[in-house]
């Protein structure tokens, strides 16, 4: 197992754990449920931990993917900036969440108005989530960059 292996196996754990913490997050709301929004803010900070390794280790990618024909450099130092930018955000959303479990602990009530915070938060997390994921499947998946068009000749057509 390579340093690609390892990032791949650990950079849909931040995404997908923003999503499911989102709509839990959603959910406790909706249905004014005080322990599954805790719930929520504990995944939010599950997540953010997921998303240290998961930036950490690309590092170890990039060397492995530099030495694969075709690989642009440009692809992979965008995918890295734009990993970074999702990695504070989404240090940034645990923070908050721990924030405001700890409020909602000491009975505080600006803890409703860091709830509000932490959806916020969670929402540039998922934008930034999805550029991220998004521009590290650009870096090998030249069929999902913008401008792609298929090799003449490729076209399926229907008979």
Known sequence: MNGAHIHLMLNHLPIVGMVFATLVLLAGFLLNNSTVK???????????????????????????AEGIAGISDQHIHHHEDEGKVFLIVSILTGVLALATFWM????????????????????ASLFMGQKTGSSGGEIRHTEIRSGATAVPGTEEHDD
């Open 38 to 64: 805790h719930t929520a803010l504990a995944l939010f900070v599950l997540t953010a931990i997921t998303a240290v390794p998961a930036y950490l280790t690309g590092e170890g990618a990039e060397e492995v």
């Open 104 to 123: 909602e602990r000491r009975k505080n009530p600006v803890s409703r108005l860091t709830y509000i915070g932490v959806f916020l938060a969670a929402g």
